[in-house]
């Protein structure tokens, strides 16, 4: 297919007021927004989203590379993409999933029985309609790139999508509810769509753009809800025997209480029993996990003279800070910090006579990798050397929360045990979802256990690290729910293919670039999990990554526009000398720098194999004769790339680098002899 051919003939395109190169800046923000809005609103009325959250993703870049090879099929404006959108919302509040609250247990949604759609029924839906949404922002993009050279194309799409994720930061760092996010969806498509036939315009774009932000306000004003950067926080005050609790529900899950220190002590026993287990009183504290300050007014009843509490959501922090009875936080000798648990262990300088790891669990992932929790290199062995480094002699070191199964307590206790060399304290409080209580001792005489822990039970795991820090994962396997449901969506996406772009012979040429893409993801994955151990798991850690992996990318274009590249096969060479430098760079060297310095090592380390791959995608992309059809290709290759990324569960975060190794080799051998030697 020529460029001529497949350029659109759109009449009501060709009229439309913004130039093309603004039009494709804007378009290709409003993707990225759109994408990242419907991950983080989806994943807020949908509990099953909580460990799903790159479902919504695969969706998006499914219907991203099909907007793209849809481009020149048709003359029509994707009206389709509002009201598909306005459908979705619909579907979305009328039957939202939560956690039963009648339920028992506090923490595992998947112990709990939910309210609303099973998963099997609603999975799919919005699976299928992210899909459909992203394919219309994505053909308003694509049709812009035949009218521009290839790489200046490439060069705008890439501001916008970073204007994209500045915008969506902006506004999660000004906690806005997703009305604001509605509002900005309606305005971008009221400029993008070309109003022709009008009626048409009126009924497909105006219509589901009022309803879509008239819904995200009703559910703004009637839920009372607080919007943090991570959740939908609920509340809603109680009276337990007597004493006023404020309940705290994220995402639709029961997840703290807001409780006085007395009542709590009386109430559960496992609050107290890390004071129990200490040689002397602890004066100086650190509760990570300190959340709406229940375990900071336990520990300022318990004698503490300074407490440095960690929080990594600044909103249930205020919420602490305005509803608990105690007011712990207004206490002069508290200390909050709104990060990361882990990376606060790597900054800090400070000693302690008690560590405490308070219920630290997030109920949703980090965006952009399918498998890393917030809180999961909390429970490595790595991090527990680390607060074992943070104690003062005599110092203690303890966690406690709901763990569910008995063998998860062994393997925390195990893995406590191999931190600290000798075994610890563990105090099963209760075996209805295995509340417990596990404490260790800088030293084994540091600790008073009430009876000898025995020993991990024949079968416990192996230690989570933090190259596999999977807590939750008892086997080195893919969950069969996970390969089901991957594999459902493969096949659905090369079923879509077929319809939206037609025979696949047509993406052939560009076999290379689609393992591009898939090594691409890969890549990104990485490093996005690299980045939250070396600087926290945090919203705007996530968000600074996914700017400067973007920024690697804009950079290896400009490179290649601008100056004289080596040939391709030299350009594979330095992706491969890249690879091997993020292989034998090991995460504890990198922790161990001071953090100016460990800054612009992970750069170097994890921004030079992309560059490369960008320079060699770049030169690539700027000779293929139909820019659509091979930029499709490459996105329906990142899709892929997401979908494998689950093999990380087996082989860790670090095997990822020798799987893209291999893809980039595949796409060395397929590219085309006659482009071979481009220089």
Request: glycine fraction near 8%; aromatic fraction near 10%; charge should be positive.
């Amino acid at each position: 297919m020529t460029l001529q051919a497949q350029k659109p003939v759109d009449d009501g395109e060709k009229a439309h007021w913004l130039a093309v190169r603004p039009r494709l800046i804007l378009a290709s923000a409003f993707m990225l927004f759109l994408e990242l809005a419907l991950i983080r609103w989806t994943g807020s009325n949908i509990v099953h989203l909580s460990y799903f959250t790159n479902f919504v993703l695969l969706g998006s870049f499914l219907g991203i590379g099909l907007g793209f090879l849809r481009v020149g099929r048709s003359r029509r404006q994707p009206y389709y993409s509002p009201v598909v959108l306005a459908l979705l919302v619909i579907v979305v509040l009328t039957f939202p999933v939560t956690v039963d609250r009648n339920t028992e247990g506090v923490l595992y949604w998947t112990s709990l029985s939910t309210s609303g759609p099973p998963a099997w029924a609603i999975l799919p839906v919005i699976f299928c309609a992210a899909a459909v949404v992203l394919m219309g922002p994505a053909e308003l993009v694509g049709r812009c790139f035949p009218e521009l050279p290839r790489l200046e194309a490439y060069r705008y799409d890439l501001i916008g999508s970073l204007t994209g994720i500045a915008a969506f930061t902006a506004l999660s760092f000004l906690s806005a509810p997703p009305v604001f996010w509605g509002l900005i969806a309606a305005a971008c498509y009221g400029v993008l769509l070309v109003p022709r036939p009008r009626t048409l315009y009126v009924l497909l774009v105006s219509v589901p753009s009022v309803a879509v932000v008239g819904l995200l306000l009703a559910e703004t004003l009637t839920a009372g809800a607080i919007w943090s950067p991570y959740y939908k926080v609920t509340t809603r005050q109680l009276q337990q025997l007597g004493i006023p609790v404020t309940d705290i529900a994220v995402n639709g899950i029961p997840h703290q209480q807001a409780v006085p220190a007395a009542a709590r002590l009386q109430w559960e026993a496992q609050y107290g029993l890390p004071y129990e287990r200490t040689t002397k009183p602890p004066k100086d504290v650190l509760i990570v996990g300190a959340g709406s300050g229940t375990d900071v007014a336990i520990a300022l009843s318990k004698g503490a003279s300074r407490v440095d509490a960690v929080e990594i959501d600044p909103k249930l922090r205020e919420l602490g800070g305005s509803v608990h009875p105690d007011r712990p936080y207004g206490d002069p000798r508290v200390t909050t910090h709104v990060t990361d648990g882990r990376a606060f262990l790597e900054r800090t300088g400070d000693k302690y006579d008690l560590i405490l790891f308070a219920l630290p669990d997030s109920l949703t992932l980090v965006s952009g990798a399918s498998s890393l929790r917030l809180e999961s290199y909390l429970f490595t062995e790595e991090a527990m050397r680390a607060a074992r480094a943070h104690l003062r002699p005599g110092g203690t070191f303890s966690m406690y929360n709901y763990y569910r199964e008995s063998w998860l307590v062994d393997r925390l206790a195990s893995t406590m045990q191999r931190a600290f060399g000798h075994k610890p304290c563990v105090d099963v409080v209760s075996t209805a979802g295995q509340q417990a209580v596990i404490t260790a001792g800088l030293a084994a005489t540091d600790q008073r256990c009430a009876t000898e822990w025995p020993g991990a039970a024949a079968g416990t795991p192996e230690p989570a690290g933090d190259d596999r820090p999977f807590l939750y994962l008892k086997d080195a396997t893919i969950p069969p729910i996970y390969v089901i449901t991957l594999g459902l969506i493969l096949i659905v996406s090369l079923l879509a293919v077929r319809v939206v772009a037609g025979p696949y012979q047509r993406m052939r040429p560009y076999a290379d670039l689609f393992l591009l893409g898939v090594g691409f993801m890969l890549l990104e994955t990485k490093s996005v999990t690299g980045f939250a151990l070396l600087f926290g798991t945090t919203w705007v850690v996530n968000a600074i990554v996914f700017a400067g992996v973007l920024v690697a990318v804009l950079a290896a274009v400009e490179v290649t526009r601008r100056f004289r590249v080596p040939p391709l096969p030299v350009m594979y060479g330095v992706l491969f000398a890249g690879l091997l430098l993020a292989w034998l760079v090991p995460n504890e060297w990198l922790l161990g720098l001071p953090l100016p310095v460990r800054a612009v090592a992970a750069v170097t380390v994890a921004f030079l194999p992309i560059f490369a791959a960008n320079v060699i995608f770049a030169k690539r992309f700027a000779e293929t004769a139909d820019a659509t059809t091979s930029f499709g290709a490459n996105l329906l290759g990142a899709m892929v790339g997401g979908c494998l990324e689950y093999v990380a569960l087996v082989i860790g975060y670090k095997g990822l680098l020798i799987v893209a190794a291999l893809l980039y080799v595949g796409a060395l051998v397929l590219l085309p002899k006659k482009d071979a030697a481009l220089v």
